[in-house]
């Protein structure tokens, strides 16, 4: 968790070294900002599904607390393995939905249906964000290079017009590339990129829970089950 806003800092301050921090307000240019950016932004919500959008939102929240562990449902599993109808419930979703089916009186088999349904859909929440990014990153640059275009047209426009005013032309053209560049380069393939690397680690930590609630849902000795979870939490 600690390496994300440390990254993000890094970056930050490569990009304002880079550019200069006397030559700041050259970058900022108002039109680029709010055609690169306000673009972009406006793609996002073009392109992605509104479920797509929310479970972007959550699974980037996500990336700022710690990562799931095993460890902290191991108590819980013991639990549920000496008693399925009589332990606390698990703050862990794929957990406490599990318990929800075993209170229902659902069937064993119908169990493995719902409980392997159930861990799909969570597991396809990391996958909308990540695919919402990956679809996104290709229109910054383009919707920058739409910009140095634009810019390229008021330019010639403005030829006959004193050089006063080629040098703002000038800037709006070559400030909408570099943004256009920085969002998909800077921000929104790194994002995607932390996303996938989270995504692996909790779709190991759903995978041993599963596993271990198959145990408990065929009646396995809680002996047989503590072990198993002793070597998961390894």
């Known amino acids: 968790m600690f390496s994300l806003p440390l990254g993000a800092v890094m970056t930050i301050a490569i990009f304002i070294y880079a550019m200069g921090i006397q030559n700041l307000g050259l970058y900022l240019n108002v039109h680029s900002i709010i055609l690169v950016g306000g673009g972009t932004l406006a793609i996002l919500f073009f392109t992605s599904p509104i479920n797509a959008l929310r479970n972007l ?12 562990h095993f460890d902290q449902v191991r108590k819980d599993l013991l639990s549920i393995a000496n ?3 009589t332990a606390t419930k698990s703050s862990d979703e794929l957990v406490a939905y599990a318990q929800d ?3 229902q009186g659902i069937s064993p088999d119908l169990f493995v249906v719902l409980i392997s349904q ?5 597991e ?19 919707l920058g290079m739409a910009g140095t275009v634009m810019g390229i047209v008021t330019l010639f ?9 080629i040098g703002p032309a000038l800037a709006v053209a070559m400030t909408a590339t570099f943004f256009g560049l920085m969002i998909a380069n800077a921000i929104v393939m790194p994002l995607s990129d932390r996303l996938q690397v989270r995504q692996i680690s909790d779709g190991n930590y759903l995978q041993n829970i ?18 198993e979870v002793t070597s998961r939490a390894g």
């Open 210 to 227: 599963y596993q271990v609630l198959l145990l408990i849902n065929q009646d396995e000795s809680s002996h047989l089950i503590e072990e």
């Open 83 to 85: 008693g399925k109808l």
């Open 57 to 68: 939102v959550r699974e980037t929240k996500n990336l700022f607390s710690t990562p799931l």
């Open 118 to 122: 159930k861990r799909k859909e969570i």
């Open 101 to 103: 089916l075993w209170e």
């Open 124 to 142: 396809q929440r990391a996958v909308d964000a990540i695919q919402c990014l990956k679809n996104l990153a290709k229109y910054p640059p383009a």
């Open 157 to 165: 426009q403005s030829l006959d017009g004193g050089k006063d005013k």
